[in-house]
Nanobody, 125 residues
Framework: QVQLVESGGGLVQAGGSLRLSCAAS????????MGWFRQAPGKEREFAAG????????YYAEFVKGRFTISRDNAKNTMYLQMNSLKPEDTAVYYC??????????????????WGQGTQVTVSS
């Protein structure tokens, strides 16, 4: 399994931006599709964005389309989530995840078998 460490979370005002990073180790970075999930207090963990192994295909949940951009740099073993136009309802712990085998990162939680520890994003109104 790959080890994943998120960073970049914090407190931001509504309308602001944050960039999350996910550093991978113990695994060839290009071997897995990857994704970002989030979990707000009292809610289920939900898919936000996914990216293919090469980075050529990306997938987004409806609630982040047009505001968030997922990307990856396989040379640096790092994935990113650029979050713009943040809203208070984006407040959550954000987790990066790596998909198992050749699974696609299209939002099926059971396709992911490696998880980071999460980073808190808080958006104030």
């Amino acid at each position: 399994q790959v080890q994943l460490v998120e960073s970049g979370g914090g407190l931001v005002q509504a309308g602001g931006s944050l960039r999350l990073s996910c550093a991978a180790s113990g695994h060839t970075s290009s071997s897995s599709a990857m994704g970002w999930f989030r979990q707000a207090p009292g809610k289920e963990r939900e898919f936000a964005a996914g990216i293919s192994r090469s980075g050529g295909s990306t997938y987004y949940a409806e609630f982040v389309k047009g505001r968030f951009t997922i990307s990856r740099d396989n040379a640096k073993n790092t994935m990113y989530l650029q979050m713009n136009s943040l809203k208070p309802e984006d407040t959550a712990v954000y987790y990066c995840a790596a998909a198992r085998g050749t699974a696609q990162a299209m939002g099926v939680r059971s396709d992911f078998d490696s998880w980071g520890q999460g980073t808190q994003v808080t958006v104030s109104s």
